[in-house]
């Protein structure tokens, strides 16, 4: 059996692509939330990194911009809309939005949702 690796990335490179991706994720959940209203079921929003050790230079740049370990095994980030609101349409939108910005990095990342 295999396990896939995360790819080698410049680290400075992934910390400015990450903060930007966080900075679009607040501004698409803001955007989605100035259009639509906040008239939605409420739920949680969040985005998993898989691949990723938490104790390699990547793994240590990724918690230190706010992801923390989940009990999947993967580096989790919680609400990346940081709004008040509690649309998981929102929520879902800026998860969206960090996903994309790290699987342009070359990870696996994927947006995750549930309802309260």
């Not at 930007?20 to 949680?44: M, P, S, T």
Request: proline share 2%; glycine share 8%; charged share 20%.
């Amino acid at each position: 059996m295999t396990t896939a690796t995360a790819p080698a990335v410049d680290l400075v490179q992934a910390e400015q692509a990450i903060k930007l991706g966080l900075v679009n994720a607040r501004q698409a959940a803001a955007e989605f939330l100035a259009k639509h209203g906040d008239r939605d079921a409420c739920g949680f929003g969040w985005v998993d990194v898989y691949h990723v050790r938490s104790n390699s230079k990547l793994g240590k740049l990724l918690i230190s911009l706010g992801f923390s370990k989940s009990y999947s095994g993967t580096l989790r980030y919680w609400d990346p809309s940081k709004s008040y609101t509690q649309s998981i349409t929102a929520k879902e939108v800026a998860a969206q939005v960090l996903a994309d910005a790290l699987t342009q990095l070359g990870l696996t990342a994927y947006a995750g949702s549930r309802m309260d």
